[in-house]
């Protein structure tokens, strides 16, 4: 388990058998079982669809190249978070959005769910100042350039062997 004490009360947690679900935290206190909390994440695949090419960014002072990423809020919707992301960090709107897959990220606890996102052309990208620099890559020049043995390059191999 990834929580040691309860979020409402701090006591902290005993495990204890739930029907259908095996041993899960619970709070004596609270009387009330704490599932393990988790953060939600969307990364995605942006592809111009005028020429088919991807963009990478890098971020955070990083020297290398990731997929436009970000943290989903509470309460919002894993799709209107993909549309918010793209536009708040590329200025961009999108035509269309696939869903690929998802994957744990056992690093900062989260749940990374990986969309393509296809826009018109690149006349509307406008970086904000999250973004340190971005190019737009052919498919093959994008899996050379990117983070290679990330969960961005696996998510990214995975979509273009499809
Ligand atoms: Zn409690």
Not at 145 to 162: G, H, K, V
Request: hydrophobic share 35%; glycine share 4%; net charge negative.
């Amino acid at each position: 388990m990834n929580q040691k004490y309860c979020g409402t009360c701090g006591t902290e947690l005993i495990s204890k058998a739930l029907e259908n679900e095996g041993m899960i935290p619970y709070c004596t206190k609270c009387e009330q079982f704490r599932f393990p909390m988790y953060n939600v994440a969307v990364s995605m695949i942006v592809i111009n669809k005028s020429n088919g090419k991807i963009l990478l960014i890098k971020q955070y002072g990083r020297p290398f190249y990731i997929l436009v990423a970000g943290y989903v809020n509470r309460g919002e919707q894993i799709e209107a978070a993909v549309l918010r992301e793209l536009k708040e960090e590329t200025g961009m709107e999108a035509l269309r959005v696939k869903f690929n897959r998802t994957s744990f990220y056992e690093p900062s606890n989260t749940l990374m769910c990986n969309f393509t996102v296809f826009v018109k052309d690149d006349s509307k990208l406008n970086p904000n100042d999250e973004i340190d620099a971005y190019e737009w890559f052919t498919p093959e020049e994008a899996q050379t350039n990117i983070l290679q043995n990330s969960l961005a390059s696996r998510f990214l191999n995975a979509y273009l062997s499809e």
